[in-house]
């Protein structure tokens, strides 16, 4: 089935240093999203993104909507412990119109 | 609001057996669906519903099967369990099947099969 591609799949860090992850895509998709999962729980919804070129803050976080509309990137900054978990993107689009997830990011934070 | 539950929270089946992972939510979402994570395959699609008594295949749906009675409810089977179902599901509703509506997950089941 279709997937996305994301990267890195791991990152250990320290507590202040900036994070940058990315989702491609074979195809294009419609909406992308950003989740975060903690450990033992399900994906929460961080980021929405609607329109290609679309820059999104919340709090320390900011996404972006690729031009080519296949692909989105995730950037945190001045990380700390408690952002630890697994980053995941996904999209709306693609031949199904579902949500697809991509692979996911494992996000590690030491003090 | 509890959001969207899922019980049980652990399982360990054997080979061959059935059983049912209950999903419910308190939100009167009409979208309703699971997924299934695997390592490093981020989740994956399984069944779907747009409302009470119409369902839909995802993904990967061999070896489930799904109703939706009610709007609260949606319970995933599996009728004759096996080895490479072992997984954590993931229930999750939302308003709609429209992308500006933000999809809720529930805890998530995990499930071993032997």
């Known amino acids: 089935g279709q997937q996305l591609n994301q990267s890195p799949q791991s990152m250990f860090i320290q507590e202040g240093e900036d994070v940058s992850m990315n989702c491609t895509s074979s195809?294009?998709?419609?909406?992308w999203l950003w989740y975060k999962q903690d450990p033992g729980e399900g994906p929460v919804l961080l980021i929405a993104?609607?329109?290609?070129?679309e820059l999104t803050s919340n709090g320390r976080l900011t996404a972006q909507f690729g031009i080519t509309r296949k692909d989105s990137f995730l950037n945190i900054s001045a990380s700390i412990p408690s952002d630890v978990g697994i980053y995941f993107c996904?999209?709306?689009?693609?031949?199904?119109?579902?949500?697809?997830f991509g692979t996911g990011t494992l996000l590690a934070v030491q003090p | 609001n509890a959001g969207v539950t899922q019980t049980p929270k652990f399982q360990v089946l054997k080979t061959g057996q059935s059983m049912t992972l209950q999903c419910a939510q308190d939100?009167?979402?009409?979208?309703m669906s699971w997924y299934r994570q695997d390592p490093g395959m981020g989740l994956r699609l399984i069944h779907y519903?747009?409302?009470?008594?119409?369902?839909d295949q995802g993904e990967v749906p061999n070896g489930y099967n799904v109703s939706r009675s009610t709007t609260e409810d949606f319970p995933l089977r599996l009728l004759s369990a096996a080895p490479s179902q072992t997984s954590v599901y993931f229930c999750?509703?939302?308003?709609?099947?429209?992308?500006?509506?933000?999809?809720?997950f529930g805890p998530g089941t995990r499930l071993t099969v032997l």
């Open positions: 999750a509703s939302s308003l709609g099947v429209s992308s500006y509506n933000e999809q809720f």
């Open positions: 195809s294009i998709f419609n909406t």
């Open positions: 993104l609607y329109k290609a070129g």
């Open positions: 996904a999209g709306y689009g693609g031949a199904t119109n579902k949500l697809i």
């Open positions: 939100m009167n979402h009409e979208y």
């Open positions: 519903s747009v409302g009470a008594g119409i369902t």
